[in-house]
């Protein structure tokens, strides 16, 4: 059996075992590897739903991966026959294949907006359902879908995939379990070390026969008072120079050790960046995906590696980075560019070198795909999002820490979370294997790092609990046996009862419902007015968000001050360090956010009393460029409030979908209008080029949501 007409490949084993189940009328749940070619199924049940003529939904957890997998749909198919569903877009949702985020088809559902015509859904990235905010929406989704629909759930690899699909098998009806533990590229683990006071760059082995290598072990050697004899490897020269200025005998200028220095006296550090580059060059081991774990970080890395003097293009290869650059940028104000500093970006792209992460704005990071997979581009600084969906696999990957911050505390990284990383390792059809680079860490001993690369238990748990929209929901469409039984039906008590340890969820239901009979949102079992606004409220403060609305927080603010009030419900202070003091540029609106911000103190009160968590409070953060940006203030003003372009972009975005949102379910006519203004003064420039979807030819996006979706 062969894929797709236009590819012709050989499908393998696991392939061609998930489509005969979906040609035998089954749903299918596959875990596989990243970069594995589980979309290859995904593919064939859409094909299978619109030559039946029915429609087909392909959902993804991030708006990037909708956008990807939209243009890849419309190269496939035609884009007269693909839409696309999200929170910046509408473009032709009512075609025969439609991509969308999994929050929109929730949405849809909620909404009565799933016709019969459905023939098939893909639920890309399954393995979200553990996410404590966003995994419910998964399983949502797989409840509330008619048994009719075939479903192809996509997941990487879980060590309870059997588990997973016992429940889908209950709760949806008859689904094979696909899975396939093996890469498609296999996959070498390397431990880097640099020496202090040399260049060398030692490479070893993290594993040997699967166990780890009894080399590494040297490397946690406490300091010592002579220096060790043994010497690595020295870093060589590759071709097109070796990645470094020819000082010092081709070496780079010394400066301090990537990562930071150990704290001790020792011999060990991590290697220097060009250092280890440059030996990863010289064993042809480019283009290579080095993970670190700050946006700041990668983008100072890249600028630090083109101090350095390092070059990994050829000038026919910078000159063809030139006119890529020119194209993707041709129609953006010269200025928000400036401001931006895509001169300096630009130039490091020449030299084959990039950053990617999210608070780059999405031309820049497009533009850094498109040259990474002309293979103009030999090395990326990363953030993990870039591991997540972006089609982006490399020859190798360099992780810089065995540690990250989790947005709590600087966590180690998981089995899961190296797999994911990892995964970009490797092109199918191209390298004969990939490779990992783990650097040396004071922070992690050799062991720990050995049992990270040869784990393969990544266990799959739910995080399904009742939230105030969901509960409001299910009572304005069903009865309370019947909330409670679609409860009893979850993956999380699935996963409870096979563990015989309660979920509770009906006592979490319950709760919440007195929350809501407390503040007025139900009489009884029943959704009072401002109950059923609730229920058409989908975000993370659905409830202060409603009774905001309620109450008349929005009412009587002109568009700017709507927009910075919005923000803060949207911002999240993400960073480690401690949340900036802000001013608010509207005396209104900060009257407003100080009122909102009793009624949430009043409301964290109740949730006490009922034994409910707390909805997360107000974040100001962003409040003065959400005004001054809707006040029509320039992307070079903004910049001043200490952004990155990516950032404000992206929060800008955000601001933009709740407005859309607020102006959907507004019960005041004032405040959908200054709500549906404050989109048209939020959506220009830069960030209304950031929200639009490079189709190839599929047409232009129209960015007027209609409702919550």
Partial sequence: ?????????????????????????????????????????????????????????????????????????????????????????????????????TEVLRNMIYAGAVDSRLGAVVLDEVHFLEDPYRGPVWEEVILHLPADVALVCLSATVSNHSELGDWLNRVHGPTAVVAESRRPVPLTNLYAVGRRRSDAVQIVPTLTDGSPNPRGSRFDAPATTHRNRGSGRPAGRGRRGSGRPADRRGRGPKGPPAGGA????????????????????????????????????????????????????????????????????????????????????????????????????????????????????RVVFATETLALGVNMPARSVVIDKPTKYDGQRIAPLSPAQYTQLTGRAGRRGIDDRGWAVMLWSKDCSFADIAALAASRSFELRSAFRPTYNMVAGLLGRTSVAAARDLLGRSFAQHQAGTSSSPANLVGRFDAVASVLRSRGHLDGWELTESGVLLSRIFHEADLAMAEAL??????????????????????????????????????AAYRRLRRIEADLDDLHRTEQRFGVEPIRSLETGFAPAAHR??????????????????DLVRNLKQVIDLCRRIAAVAPNAGTALAAQQAVRALNRGVVA???????????????TLPGAA
């Fill in 1 to 101: 059996m062969t894929g797709p007409a236009e590819t012709g490949f050989v499908l393998d084993e696991f392939q061609r075992r998930a489509i005969g189940h979906l040609d035998s009328g089954m749903s299918v749940l596959v875990s596989a590897p990243t970069g594995s070619g589980k979309t290859v199924v995904a593919d064939h049940a859409v094909d299978t739903a619109l030559s039946g003529g029915r429609r087909a939904f392909y959902t993804t957890p991030i708006k990037a991966l909708s956008n990807q997998k939209y243009r890849d749909l419309c190269r496939r198919l035609g884009p007269e026959r693909v839409g696309l569903l999200t929170g910046d877009n509408v473009i032709a949702g009512d075609a025969d294949a439609v991509v969308m985020t």
């Fill in 689 to 703: 080029a950031s929200g639009a979807v490079d189709s190839r030819g599929a047409g232009s996006a129209d960015r």
């Fill in 550 to 587: 309620h109450t008349g927080r929005f009412d009587g603010l002109a568009p700017a001050e709507l927009a910075s009030v919005l923000s803060a419900f949207t911002y999240e202070h993400r960073s480690p360090g401690r949340r900036p003091d802000v001013w608010i540029p509207s005396g």
């Fill in 262 to 377: 150990n704290g001790r006296d020792g011999l060990w550090r991590p290697p220097r960046r060009i250092d280890l580059l440059a030996e990863l060059q010289e064993r042809s081991l480019l283009p290579v995906i080095w993970f670190v774990f700050s946006r700041k970080g990668c983008d100072q890395a890249a600028a630090r590696l083109a101090r350095d003097g390092a070059r990994y293009t050829s000038d026919d290869e910078a000159a063809r980075i030139d006119d890529i650059v020119e194209a993707r940028l041709a129609g953006l104000d010269r200025a928000d560019l400036a401001a931006l500093g895509a001169r300096r970006w630009a130039d490091r792209l020449r030299l084959g070198i990039a950053s990617h992460h999210a608070g780059m704005i999405p031309v820049f990071k497009e533009t850094v795909e498109h040259c990474f997979s002309e293979g103009l581009v």
């Fill in 629 to 646: 940006w809707a006040a029509q203030e320039s992307f070079e003003a903004l910049l001043d409030e200490g952004f990155s372009g990516g």
